[in-house]
T-cell receptor
Framework: QKEVEQNSGPLSVPEGAIASLNCTYS??????FFWYRQYSGKSPELIMS????GDKEDGRFTAQLNKASQYVSLLIRDSQPSDSATYLC?????FGAGTRLTVKP | GAGVSQSPSNKVTEKGKDVELRCDPI?????LYWYRQSLGQGLEFLIY????????KSGLPSDRFSAERTGGSVSTLTIQRTQQEDSAVYLC?????????????FGNGTRLTVT
């Protein structure tokens, strides 16, 4: 069974803070890793993709991958209220249950 | 260009009836996926198509669920003898290449309610 686990939420941070979202996966053969954002009542949309060990930065978002530890994370710097959503970690085509993030003004 | 299109957007059916959900992927996308999302839950993988074949259909919950894809394009997910626990949002996604290495583009989903 290929499983993707995300840290339990909900997560609440003040505006301007760093939000840290974590994910582990069971299939050591996984090749591609994605973070999607899902607003309430909407479909998931891609935020970041990462394929190799290390960090990948895109604006306020940084994805981190450690294949040895089977661990993926997403950091959101200078969090904004508009970042409030559920964040879904995906490994290849399997998704975690999501972590709900609330950024308080 | 147009995104992933799903129809109907909402479907209410009686327990025991069959339903068909349709997905029209982005033109040129060879891979197509079906997921189910119950209220407040994550995405449950159902099936993946590459072209017209389904290399991975391990997520189909029971033999009441089936899916097909024709012409490397449109896909239909069929649920026979619907049950109340089938109520969920069914999401379709497509990607440009193989399942790995290609991000998914999602449709708006079909909200299925079984009464």
């Amino acid at each position: 069974q290929k499983e993707v686990e995300q840290n339990s939420g909900p997560l609440s941070v003040p505006e301007g803070a760093i939000a840290s979202l974590n994910c582990t996966y069971s299939d050591r053969g996984s090749q591609s890793f994605f973070w999607y954002r899902q607003y309430s009542g909407k479909s998931p949309e891609l935020i970041m993709s990462i394929y190799s060990n290390g960090d990948k930065e895109d604006g306020r978002f940084t994805a981190q991958l450690n294949k040895a530890s089977q661990y993926v994370s997403l950091l959101i710097r200078d969090s904004q209220p508009s970042d409030s959503a559920t964040y879904l970690c995906a490994c290849d085509m399997r998704f975690g249950a999501g972590t709900r993030l609330t950024v308080k003004p | 260009g147009a995104g992933v299109s799903q129809s109907p957007s909402n479907k209410v059916t009686e327990k025991g009836k069959d339903v068909e959900l349709r997905c029209d992927p982005i033109s040129g996308h060879t891979a197509l996926y079906w997921y189910r999302q119950s209220l407040g839950q994550g995405l449950e993988f159902l099936i993946y198509f590459q072209g017209n074949s389904a290399p991975d259909k391990s997520g189909l919950p029971s033999d009441r669920f089936s899916a097909e894809r024709t012409g490397g394009s449109v896909s239909t997910l069929t649920i026979q003898r619907t049950q109340q626990e089938d109520s969920a949002v069914y999401l379709c996604a497509s990607s440009l290449g193989q399942a790995v290495n290609s991000p998914l583009h999602f449709g708006n989903g079909t909200r299925l309610t079984v009464t």
